[in-house]
């Protein structure tokens, strides 16, 4: 896709260890989740990434039981495709992203608060950028490490965005940073550039759109980010049990393309 990431999340149900835990076998979430993954890879998806987004209220750190789980479904889904596979653990469980991606053969960890502080649902919410360190050298591992910038579903204490790339990007050693607003991926696309502008992110860094992305806006995060990430808008309804959608990941993936073209 000429470099562009276009970037799938498998949305789990509760895993084991979730406070809502329902009962499902992880050998059942893991095989749905392959063949979730399929269908992104046969969209054109470049990448899948696994999250354990259902589990309520969702802990900043997770337990044994769910990173246990979590490998379980990300050797799946490795098993069955061959795009690249990331993972995103917990509210801002960093080292749990990298020992499961290193176990399972991913490239890539999504990190939420790499640096600095954040306030969210479960409290302070620290950078763990030394914890991600000490782990990817305890493995020996070399997966990437995509840090948000004020991610979407925390409040940072700086709201200056070219400090937080800044101290993700030399403080953290993240690889790639992720840009998220609410209001939308034009503005999304327009902090991307403003920090282009200023250096705060050389042209060598990717920079990806981390959601709001959806077939009306394609086009526009295709012409100004390295690539987006896409959940909610590829599922087939809202409940734990929801997938991915066929026709809407075909039709996204197709899209991509043609803004590529």
């Given at each position: 896709?000429?470099?562009?990431?276009?970037?799938?999340?498998?949305?789990?149900?509760?895993?084991?260890?979730?406070?809502?835990?329902?009962?499902?076998?992880?050998?059942?979430?893991?095989?749905?989740?392959?063949?979730?993954?399929?269908?992104?890879?046969?969209?054109?998806?470049?990448?899948?990434?696994?999250?354990?987004?259902?589990?309520?209220?969702?802990?900043?750190?997770?337990?044994?039981?769910?990173?246990?789980?979590?490998?379980?479904?990300?050797?799946?889904?490795?098993?069955?495709?061959?795009i690249g596979l990331g993972?995103?653990?917990?509210?801002?469980?960093?080292?749990?992203?990298?020992?499961?991606?290193?176990?399972?053969?991913?490239?890539?960890?999504?990190?939420?608060?790499?640096?600095?502080?954040?306030?969210?649902?479960?409290?302070?919410?620290?950078?763990?950028?030394?914890?991600?360190?000490?782990?990817?050298?305890?493995?020996?591992?070399?997966?990437?490490?995509?840090?948000?910038?004020?991610?979407?579903?925390?409040?940072?204490?700086?709201?200056?965005?070219a400090w937080a790339a800044?101290?993700?990007?030399?403080?953290?050693?993240?690889?790639?940073?992720?840009?998220?607003?609410?209001?939308?991926?034009?503005?999304?696309?327009?902090?991307?550039?403003?920090?282009?502008?200023?250096?705060?992110?050389?042209?060598?860094?990717?920079?990806?759109?981390?959601?709001?992305?959806?077939?009306?806006?394609?086009?526009?995060?295709?012409?100004?980010?390295?690539?987006?990430?896409?959940?909610?808008?590829?599922?087939?309804?809202?409940?734990?049990?929801?997938?991915?959608?066929?026709?809407?990941?075909?039709?996204?993936g197709d899209d991509a393309?043609?803004?590529?073209?």
């Amino acid at each position: 896709m000429s470099g562009f990431r276009l970037v799938g999340v498998l949305h789990l149900p509760p895993l084991p260890g979730a406070a809502n835990y329902e009962g499902r076998p992880v050998a059942e979430i893991a095989s749905a989740a392959a063949d979730d993954a399929r269908i992104l890879e046969a969209a054109g998806f470049t990448d899948v990434m696994i999250q354990d987004a259902s589990d309520e209220p969702q802990p900043t750190l997770v337990g044994a039981a769910t990173v246990a789980a979590l490998a379980v479904v990300g050797a799946a889904v490795r098993a069955a495709t061959t795009i690249g596979l990331g993972v995103v653990v917990g509210h801002n469980d960093g080292p749990s992203g990298v020992a499961i991606a290193h176990a399972v053969g991913a490239s890539f960890v999504r990190v939420k608060v790499l640096t600095g502080v954040s306030i969210g649902p479960t409290g302070w919410m620290e950078g763990c950028s030394l914890e991600v360190a000490h782990t990817k050298r305890l493995l020996g591992s070399d997966v990437e490490i995509w840090a948000d910038l004020h991610e979407a579903t925390s409040l940072a204490l700086s709201g200056d965005l070219a400090w937080a790339a800044a101290q993700a990007l030399d403080f953290g050693g993240a690889d790639a940073v992720i840009v998220t607003r609410d209001s939308g991926v034009a503005d999304a696309v327009a902090d991307i550039a403003a920090l282009r502008a200023s250096g705060a992110v050389g042209a060598d860094v990717p920079v990806y759109i981390g959601g709001r992305v959806n077939g009306s806006n394609l086009a526009t995060a295709v012409g100004g980010s390295d690539g987006a990430i896409l959940g909610s808008v590829l599922k087939d309804g809202d409940g734990y049990d929801a997938r991915i959608d066929p026709t809407t990941a075909t039709s996204l993936g197709d899209d991509a393309r043609g803004h590529l073209a």
